[in-house]
């Protein structure tokens, strides 16, 4: 069977033309769940905790790089580093008021997770917490 250069130039054509128009290397972008978060109001003699997700929003793999917070009293972690195109990662924040010795009253926290994400590479997540005594 011989093919006919009227029909195979073309076909090529396509093919390298759906290769070409394919996205390559497309970025991850983050995306928290909260921005800025009430934990509301405790006492001063124990941690409180909250989850939040972290979300792959981009069409690309995206690689949570660093998780901080503004203060020694707030911890956060999160359980997964490397997202694919939609998938979550738990982002578990702990602010303990017995780190400032008993004092009472309104705080804000913040929490900064760093990741790959061109656009966004440092998200944060405001907290907020009142301490009361117990």
Not at 34 to 59: C, I, K, M, Y
Not at 114 to 132: F, K, N, Q, Y
Request: one cysteine or more; a negative charge; aromatic letters at 4%.
């Amino acid at each position: 069977m011989k093919l006919n250069a009227r029909i195979i130039i073309p076909l090529l054509t396509l093919a390298i033309l759906a290769v070409a128009c394919t996205p390559v290397g497309q970025p991850g972008r983050i995306e928290l769940s909260e921005t800025e978060f009430n934990l509301g109001t405790v006492p001063n003699t124990e941690p409180v905790s909250q989850t939040f997700q972290v979300r792959n929003a981009g069409q690309g793999t995206l690689e949570i790089t660093g998780v901080s917070t503004s203060c020694g009293c707030t911890t956060a972690q999160v359980n997964k580093n490397r997202l694919g195109p939609g998938e979550t990662a738990a982002l578990t924040v702990t602010y303990d008021p017995q780190a400032h010795g008993g004092r009472t009253g309104r705080f804000m926290r913040v929490v900064y997770v760093r990741s790959d994400d061109p656009e966004t590479p440092e998200a944060s997540l405001t907290i907020w917490v009142t301490v009361t005594e117990p």
